[in-house]
């Protein structure tokens, strides 16, 4: 009987083998090609989940094949591991960030390397180490330096109960996640990175990415949001004051009869009557108190207060009311909008409640708009009505004629507007990357000496969540000023942790690098990153970030490249069916039994497959299958049952299909061992014919196919299916064996196929394929084993014979090579002697092709 499958053992053992061997440590050879293989790194929350497990085992596949192909891979691995969670779990558990963070990173490395992943570990890093925070700071000094870190005032979401700033994601329903007081805005001053200065080239090198999905695409440059239009300057009736607006519908300026200001413009205090100050002051303070995340424009009921200023239309002259309005944010554009209520539906919405006019200046061609019988505003192309010298103009055509007359008065010019906003970084929070700045009275902001960093975050503080930041104490903030050495205090905001991860694929080049965050030769070599493997999530914060800082670390000199990730693939999400019962809600599937709630009795729901989540109860333990089914089994699954870029159900049976599918790849091997190494691989050069020509030919192919699959199409899920039909050819192949000795063509053919079958296989389970490869008696590692080679006049069979069909009788054949296209049978079938004589004048109504067999044709 055959040595049965032991995952566990053999997991371990070659864990160990590749762990004190430094299997996958990487060299700079720079006389090789490279191959930067990265998946997002993760956060340290404690315990890896099944997105974590299908993330990584798509980039393990893909590196191990290449490494298999001769290239020089990079496959590294880290930890994004400052941030909230650890702040709020160590307030939860009166434990420190430093000290749960830690032992999290500890835990989840020991589970990466469970699942056999071919990181380089030796490149590991952790955003949370000085030696990785000093060069955050090294580039925002830097970036301070060229102009693009700076400070100002700007709202947050506040707290009055905690005394603190909240996330966004700390606001529930308005209120403090912590205390339910409901949270206010509030204005404090925040460090910003001028990500608008490179908003035109991280538009126009969206349209260079051909390896990035165009659904991220589109959602970067929808995110940066490129207007063209015409700024256009409204003076107060009254008072030296103008406000400025852009508008990307110049043909409407004519239709304008009011201006909207957002609650935080600052024209509000200086144009608003003294009748009108009162109750603008309490709108101003109703909006502000709104917090962030909270107020979906599109959706809220349009609310504003009148002003008592009027603003005067350039163009025409008229009069229009200017209203504080709860619809304009001062985050985009300007803070003010030219309301046209006859041509934009927000502005119609809100004169209907306040009463204010409509004016028509665009009609619908060959027809007629009455202001006071419209029930929604007019937004399509057509004529120009009530616009002075464009009346009759096609409103489209007369947009740059409008912009000329602009510019002409002087009231207006040409402008482009982009959506995009400066990236805010402040956080006032303790665990985070100190900002190197400093405050002296007599010198103003100063930057920290280059030479002082890293700033530390100190660790022997108090975390309450209340007030303001914990570094907010003397222990921390009291220093000297490096300009002129009197007394002076320190920055206490840290910095967002997407900056960490905006560069950390970087520093892997160069994780011992001392002078520089990186070496500029190495990110010659190493950059871009050839395969960026992660969420759909991240499309415009961490990705758009990412593509910022490579950017301006490139105009700062540290290295000369424009992109930071030349292919992405975002990998879809696992999900499970989830099981509701109505009194106690979501259940675990151990709290069903029999369709009923274990906790009432009463009847569930088995709802629909959802994205595994904590709350919704319908999540997997990795842990559990590995142990149950081991490392290769799970990643087998993950990769088998969907292509990556696809959703994954989660299905108990096919992990268990794998696991038998592994098992019958051992048993091909085990139970033939003593033929298959006593056999050597068929070299080629012997002669072939029968089951063993028929099984070469399907090794080539199964090989071609896997090859293609894994290095250009990513269909991970074809490749495993591919490999399984190999191996079932081979259970019928072995049949044939009987009697053969070890020199026979038919046991060199079944030794090739057999080790083909195990290389193959190797990237997806590398675990049992190196237990096998070397039970075969190979010395030389599989993940350093060339990758099978395709026999190209493998892949070509014998012609096959085509029965043609007329009516239901046989008429004709002809011969054609195997797998011979369709329209190729087709041309030859209607160019055939024997054929023509019965379809000849005739009508083809069917054509019906057998590939390999038949061609069946009804005419009439």
Not at 301 to 315: D, H, I, M, R, S
Request: glycine letters at 8%; proline letters at 6%; a neutral charge.
């Amino acid at each position: 009987m055959a040595e049965r499958y032991e995952h566990k053992n053999i997991e371990a053992r070659w864990q160990e083998v590749w762990g004190k061997g430094k299997a996958f440590s990487t060299s700079d050879d720079k006389s090789r090609d490279k191959y930067y293989v990265l998946e997002m790194f993760p956060y340290p929350s404690g315990k890896i989940h099944m997105g974590h497990v299908r993330n990584y085992s798509i980039g393990d596949v893909l590196a191990r094949f290449l490494m298999m192909k001769g290239k020089n891979v990079l496959h590294p691995m880290g930890w994004d591991s400052f941030g909230l969670p650890a702040e709020n779990a160590a307030i939860q558990h009166g434990t420190h960030p430093a000290k749960w963070t830690y032992e999290n990173i500890d835990n989840m490395r020991m589970q990466l390397k469970r699942m056999g992943l071919s990181y380089d570990w030796d490149r590991e890093v952790a955003t949370c180490k000085p030696d990785y925070y000093r060069w955050n700071q090294w580039i925002f000094l830097k970036l301070y330096e060229k102009g693009l870190a700076y400070k100002r005032r700007s709202s947050v979401n506040w707290c009055p109960g905690c005394a603190t700033v909240l996330a966004n994601e700390q606001v529930e329903n308005g209120l403090c996640w912590r205390c339910d007081s409901v949270v206010e805005m509030k204005e404090l001053e925040q460090w910003f990175l001028k990500i608008t200065a490179y908003a035109e080239e991280l538009l126009e090198h969206t349209y260079k990415l051909p390896g990035w999905p165009e659904r991220v695409l589109i959602m970067q440059r929808n995110w940066i949001g490129k207007s063209t239009g015409a700024e256009v300057f409204f003076k107060v009736d009254g008072r030296d004051e103008t406000i400025k607006i852009f508008t990307t519908r110049p043909d409407t300026l004519y239709g304008v009869t009011f201006m909207s200001l957002a609650a935080g413009h600052p024209a509000l205090e200086k144009i608003t009557t003294p009748e009108r100050k009162a109750e603008v002051d309490r709108f101003i303070s109703k909006v502000k108190g709104e917090a962030k995340g909270q107020r979906n424009i599109d959706e809220i009921e349009k609310e504003g207060v009148f002003t008592g200023a009027y603003c005067v239309n350039p163009l025409t002259g008229d009069k229009v009311p200017v209203y504080a309005a709860n619809f304009v944010l001062m985050e985009y554009g300007t803070g003010a909008v030219m309301a046209v209520p006859a041509h934009d539906q927000r502005d119609f919405e809100f004169a209907r409640v306040y009463g204010i006019a409509l004016k028509v200046v665009i009609n619908p061609i060959g027809g007629s708009l009455d202001p006071g019988t419209m029930e929604a505003a007019f937004v399509d192309d057509g004529v120009m009505v009530n616009s002075g010298p464009f009346d009759g103009a096609p409103n489209t055509g007369a947009m740059e004629a409008i912009i000329d007359l602009l510019e002409e008065k002087g009231v207006g010019k040409r402008s482009i507007n982009y959506k995009l906003r400066d990236w805010g970084i402040s956080r006032q929070r303790y665990w985070g990357c100190p900002i190197p700045m400093i405050y002296c009275e007599k010198c103003g902001t100063v930057p920290v000496p280059l030479e002082e960093l890293p700033v530390i975050l100190p660790e022997d503080v108090k975390l309450t969540g209340k007030g303001l930041s914990p570094l907010a104490t003397p222990g921390f903030t009291d220093t000297t000023c490096p300009n002129c050495k009197g007394a002076a205090r320190r920055e206490t905001d840290t910095m967002d942790t997407f900056v960490d991860s905006s560069w950390y694929f970087l520093k892997y080049i160069s994780p011992k690098e001392n002078n520089l965050p990186f070496k500029k030769d190495e990110a010659g070599y190493w950059m871009p990153v050839d395969q960026y493997i992660g969420g759909i999530e991240h499309a415009v914060m961490h990705l758009l970030y990412a593509r910022f800082f490579t950017k301006a670390l490139r105009d700062i000199g540290l290295h000369g490249f424009d992109e930071p990730f030349k292919n992405l693939l975002t990998q879809g999400m696992v999900c499970k069916e989830i099981i509701k019962c109505p009194e106690h809600g979501f259940l675990y599937p151990e709290e069903a039994r029999d369709g009923k709630c274990a906790n009432c009795g009463k009847s569930v729901a088995v709802g629909a497959v959802e994205k595994m989540s904590k709350s919704k109860k319908n999540v997997i333990d990795p842990d559990r299958i590995i142990e149950e089914y081991g490392a290769d089994t799970t990643r087998l699954f993950s990769l088998f049952a969907a292509p990556p870029e696809k959703d994954l159900d989660w299905n108990e049976e096919g992990v268990e299909g794998a696991y038998r599918f592994l098992g019958r790849i051992w048993r091909l091997v085990l139970e033939n061992i003593d033929m298959l190494t006593a056999a050597r691989p068929y070299a080629g050069n012997e002669p072939l014919s029968g089951p063993s020509k028929d099984i070469y030919h399907v090794t080539h192919k199964t090989i071609n196919k896997v090859t293609h699959d894994i290095g250009e199409r990513f269909h991970f899920n074809t490749a495993i299916s591919s490999v399984m039909e190999l191996v079932n050819a081979l259970y019928q192949f072995q049949n044939t064996l009987q009697g053969k000795d070890a020199g026979s063509v038919e046991l060199k053919v079944f030794r090739e196929a057999v080790d083909s079958v195990i290389l193959l296989i190797a990237p997806f389970a590398p675990h049992i394929s190196e237990e096998l490869w070397h039970k075969l008696g190979n010395t030389v590692p599989v993940y350093r084993t060339p990758w099978p080679a395709v026999n190209e006049s493998a892949l070509a069979r014998e012609e096959a014979t085509i029965v043609i069909q007329i009516n239901g009788k046989v008429r004709s054949r002809i011969n054609v090579p195997v797998d011979y296209p369709e329209q190729s049978v087709r041309d030859l079938v209607m160019k055939d002697e024997k054929a023509q004589e019965w379809i000849k004048g005739k009508e083809l109504k069917k054509f019906v092709y057998v590939p390999n067999k038949i061609v069946n044709m009804v005419v009439a």
